[in-house]
């Protein structure tokens, strides 16, 4: 009798997925149809909770799975993940219904592409550092400037701010004054 009993207690703790080490799938739910096998697989990874193994996703359904190496990686991943906010709906982690079969081996999966990819732009000049975007963008800025006054004002002020605007903006662009930034006004009545 003694012995049925320590059987079903056995048979009891391999259905229930918080107590059988076999155990390392999540089941999550809610997911918004937009979100793919990678979206989900970076939002998991960015946890930083172990080795995601497996990712599988059924967009039309709104609901995915993912496999980690570990049941503590799992347990983990269920309490970080739940409730987590994915494309304006929050996910709802549990464990999955199927413990993972015996002898089941896998490597982690790579981490994840980042979700934004540079791309080029027309009029944006690429590969330059923080530091000349900034000077470029401050020199496009006075060059507008100086276009503005000129097309904008009539007579004598209008011309004397815009030849110094421009000349102090090329030594700005340039780092150093230069011969052009001391340029000699002429005056005429």
């Not at 107590?19 to 960015?46: A, F, Q, S, W």
């Not at 662009?173 to 001391?182: E, H, L």
Request: hydrophobic letters at 35%.
């Amino acid at each position: 009798m003694q012995q049925a009993m320590e059987v079903s207690q056995d048979t009891g703790s391999q259905e229930n997925p918080e107590n059988n080490p076999d155990c390392t799938t999540v089941y999550i739910g809610n997911l918004g149809h937009e979100v793919n096998r990678d979206e989900l697989h970076r939002h998991l990874y960015n946890l930083g909770v172990g080795a995601i193994e497996e990712v599988r996703v059924q967009q039309d359904k709104g609901f995915g799975f993912v496999r980690y190496s570990t049941h503590g990686e799992a347990t983990l991943a269920i309490q970080m993940a739940n409730g987590l906010v994915v494309r304006g709906k929050a996910i709802k982690c549990s464990w999955g219904n199927k413990p993972t079969p015996p002898g089941t081996s896998s490597k982690p999966l790579p981490p994840p592409l980042p979700s934004y990819q540079p791309v080029p732009m027309a009029g944006v000049p690429q590969g330059f550092t923080s530091a000349e975007l900034l000077a470029y963008q401050r020199q496009l800025a006075l060059s507008q400037a100086a276009a503005g006054q000129i097309a904008g004002q009539q007579g004598l002020t209008g011309q004397v701010s815009a030849g110094l605007l421009a000349a102090g903006s090329q030594a700005l662009y340039d780092g150093f004054p230069n011969q052009s930034s001391t340029q000699h006004l002429m005056y005429y009545n």
